[in-house]
């Protein structure tokens, strides 16, 4: 498929998806209520818009910053199966927001979202400080890994050291929609300045492609640009995270399945990802809230469960 | 015909007035004030342990967060308040739903979901207290709130004074130095319920006692069988939630045969469901029957 192709049907498909997510859940509505939910009088208005709508904007930026910063770090990386979860920004939040729900199991869950985006961005730093400005791309991948696994068996040691005070953070760590509305669309919405700046750099990481060698005979600093791309895909996926919770697989497959449709040029490929980013992420919430209702399933099992066979299938045909 | 008019219309005003003095109440919740001025005549509970107390003054609530398992809730609870809809999870309810229900009064747990506190307070005005991880103690003191807010103070204090009178007397008929300890056993890993937890205060109230430790204590605390050992209780109560759950499998391990309640035969299994999930007037009252069967066992 090419990107020309592309771009209408996966606009399409966004629209459709938001639509279907407007309409179905717990409570069924036609196409004439939803409309009508828009309004103050209706009563379905904390439905359509205090609970479904802002769902989905949420849905559509989660799902594109995550894409997105997954598509950077496999950029900068050089490596097709790299995910953000490599810079352990995600489980650096998870560790914090599991801590500070432990240890202050009084204070309140509206602080939630700083702690767990300080815990993302220090978990970053440490990187960056283990690392220096000069390390090779595989150096950064693996003391990445490695450092994400160091906090996920942090998260395990309290998790089984205080089993049930974890109960909330267990729920947050899945990733989830639930419960989410305008404050966090507010919260998050200023780092989205973030994309065109990403989208900026599509150029340069097509030169970063080609090697460092020819990349700086080319006129690129690859060091200042994988600073600058990784600094952006750690900001826009510690701000994710402490919204919705670290959605597992999602910076992994949404990049990796656009690259196959459009290419591996940037221009089209970053914005490409970030529309089945949020195509991917509005469809498992739309499954989670209609597979069982009035039962929510975390959005975030649902993307593990389309993304962990993926992932799979990608190894064995890597082989 | 105008004077009658006024007439009227100053009764009809009188009549308003009155009836909001009559339910004016404000209760503390865990969020501090809250104040209703009707009674709620539609009420949606998130937790078992708020549609207990409703049970209790014989108020159904139109909706449950059951974790769509209607047999989850207390069968006793089941006989009061007819059937109701389910809401979804109680960790993570659906909102939908409950704003489908068009509530008057909606109950949220202040552990589980005070997240959404200002989404549920845009559906109905919000009732927000302690449910998980509540003490026997804060139970009763919840009760008592809801009690007030839909209107049935009066009714509730005779029924917490009857459930007290009802646990006087059932505590009379059981061991008082007997120490009972309560755990709730998974296929990998058993859960004891402290001296802090809210079976091991109805095992208190009951006068009976809950086994000491060293360690800090939390109320529910997973526990290996070495650890078990040291504990030692002389009444060992188990709630299976799947079977053969890991206590099964202790059974064939030598250290098994070490622990007193093993050797006297005082090992006993309860529905882990009432026991760990339902808290309230009526769950309590439930466990305690439970316990006067397994202590009046010849």
Redesign the interface.
Known sequence: MTAQRFFPIAVITLLLLALANLMF???SLSVEEVWKGLYASS??H??IY???LPRIFLAILVGAGLALSGALVQGVIRNPLASPDVLGVGHGAGLAAVCYMTFFSEA??RW?PEVALAGGILAALVLWYLCGARSSAIKLAITGVALAALWASCIDFLM?T????I??AL?WLTG?L??R?W?QLQALLPWFVLIPLALGLSKYLNLLDLGDDSAISLGARPQHLRLLALAIAVALTAACVSICGPIGFLGLVAPHLTRKLVGGRHQPLLPATMLTGACLLLAADLAA?TL?????L?AGILTAIIGAPYFLWLLLRMK | MLISTFKQLGLLLCSVLLATNVHAVTVEDSKGSFSLDYAPQRIVVLEFSFADALAAVGVAPVGIAD??DKNRVLPEVRDIIGDWQ????R???????I??L?PDLIIADI??H???Y??LK??APTLILPS??ETYSDNLKAAAIIGKIVGKEQAMQERLALHRDKMANMAKQLPSQATVQFGVARADAL?LHTADSYAGGVIQALGMQTPQSDRDD?????TSLEQLLAINPNYFIVGHYTQPSIVDKWQSEPLWQVLQAVQNKHIYSVNPNVWSRCRGIMAAEHMAKDLLTIFNKP
């Open positions: 859940g717990a409570v009563e379905n904390f439905t205090e609970y479904r309140s869950t939630l089984l205080k089993p049930l005070e109960n909330n729920l989830s639930w419960g509305g404050a809230r069982d209702p009035p039962i929510e975390p | 974790d769509k389910s809401v979804g999870t960790s993570q309810p659906s909102l939908e739903v704003a489908s068009k552990s589980r005070e997240a959404v200002d989404d845009k559906i998980r991880r859960f939390s109320a529910y605390r997973q």
